[in-house]
């Protein structure tokens, strides 16, 4: 499985931007897509996750701005990212697993996301 991300710009507080994320490759039914990110000097934390099925997670600290989303016919998932704050700058990661994994064991390449005051 492969995954390319892409989107990533920069902008400044108060703007948008949407990461795309498609996945190649042999890839499960039934599985959980997400997008993470990690800021310089800091880990790597969720952002959202969204499964095969549509349920769907959110960080509290991106509720309400951020929304993910999937289209399985382009085995494509979406962060439309809005209202962004300096705090959002980090490079984002989107990353897959199939169900019973305990840990995502595909990952894209990363697209960096900064958000100027």
């Known amino acids: 499985v492969q995954l390319q991300a892409s989107g990533g710009g920069s902008v400044q507080a108060g703007g948008s931007l949407r990461l795309s994320c498609a996945a190649s490759?042999?890839?499960?039914?039934?599985?959980?897509m997400g997008w993470f990110r990690q800021a310089p000097g800091q880990e790597r934390e969720v952002v959202s996750i969204?499964?095969?099925?549509?349920?769907?997670n959110y960080s509290d600290s991106v509720k309400g701005r951020f929304t993910i989303s999937r289209d399985n016919n382009k085995m494509t998932v979406y962060l439309q990212m809005n209202s962004l704050k300096p705090e959002d700058t980090a490079l984002y990661y989107c990353?897959?697993?199939?169900?019973?994994?305990?840990?995502?064991?595909?990952w894209g390449q990363g697209t960096l996301v900064t958000v100027s005051s």
């Open positions: 990353a897959m697993k199939n169900w019973g994994r305990s840990s995502y064991d595909y």
């Open positions: 490759g042999r890839t499960s039914s039934y599985h959980f």
């Open positions: 969204i499964s095969w099925s549509g349920v769907i």
